[in-house]
T-cell receptor
């Protein structure tokens, strides 16, 4: 069965600390997509990254980086030198190929609080 | 500008009073869906549509209806809302999967049923 687990419900850090948000997924499909979304206090969902199952390269975008490891079914997200504006709820999500990429299966979300 | 719009953004209603939340996208996407977000549960899919006149149930369809008469619109209908449908609702659209596949989300509709 498909499932996404974000074991960290809440994380609190002080500004400039590095923080890693964990995401573990389960799927029977060999072709799938993984996503991270940010939900700031205003409520909208902001797309951060998409990875397909054939691309295990890690990715870096500014202070954000993602580590995809198929061997452990994990897709972790690291924020380097965190800032107060990073405070938000972060969701990891999975989309399986047989769903024609349509349905997203979300984790429960991790609420990140960055204090000044 | 590519976008998904939802209306209303906020709604407070009473039990049993039928309501419709509209969703529209301007990207000519085939796939549209509705999600609800509840604390500790993440987002769960309610209904989806893969094209005009093609709709199907997601994981939590009870108490909801949808229609897809035009490609751009995908309204969510609550025929007889109940307090357990108090939630934050998101509409999403995408192309069917491909190299540049991405889901676009609307801004959300916060619904309170008293």
């Amino acid at each position: 069965a498909q499932k996404v687990t974000q074991a960290q419900t809440e994380i609190s850090v002080v500004e400039k600390e590095d923080v890693t948000l964990d995401c573990v997924y389960e799927t029977r499909d060999t072709t799938y997509y993984l996503f991270w979304y940010k939900q700031p206090p205003s409520g909208e969902l902001v797309f951060l990254i998409r990875r397909n199952s054939f691309d295990e390269q890690n990715e870096i975008s500014g202070r954000y980086s993602w580590n995809f490891q198929k061997s452990t079914s994990s897709f972790n997200f690291t924020i380097t030198a965190s800032q107060v504006v990073d405070s938000a709820v972060y969701f990891c999500a999975l989309s399986e190929w047989y769903n024609q990429g349509g349905k997203l299966i979300f984790g429960q979300g991790t609420e990140l609080s960055v204090k000044p | 500008e590519a976008q998904v719009t939802q209306n209303p953004r906020y709604l407070i209603t009473v039990t049993g009073k039928k309501l419709t939340v509209t969703c529209s996208q301007n990207m000519n996407h085939e796939y549209m869906s509705w999600y609800r977000q509840d604390p500790g549960l993440g987002l769960r899919q309610i209904y989806y549509s893969m094209n005009v006149e093609v709709t199907d149930k997601g994981d939590v369809p009870e108490g909801y209806k949808v229609s897809r008469k035009e490609k751009r619109n995908f309204p969510l209908i609550l025929e007889s809302p109940s307090p357990n449908q108090t939630s934050l609702y998101f509409c999403a659209s995408s192309r069917l999967a491909g190299e540049n596949y991405e889901q676009y989300f609307g801004p959300g509709t916060r619904l309170t049923v008293t």
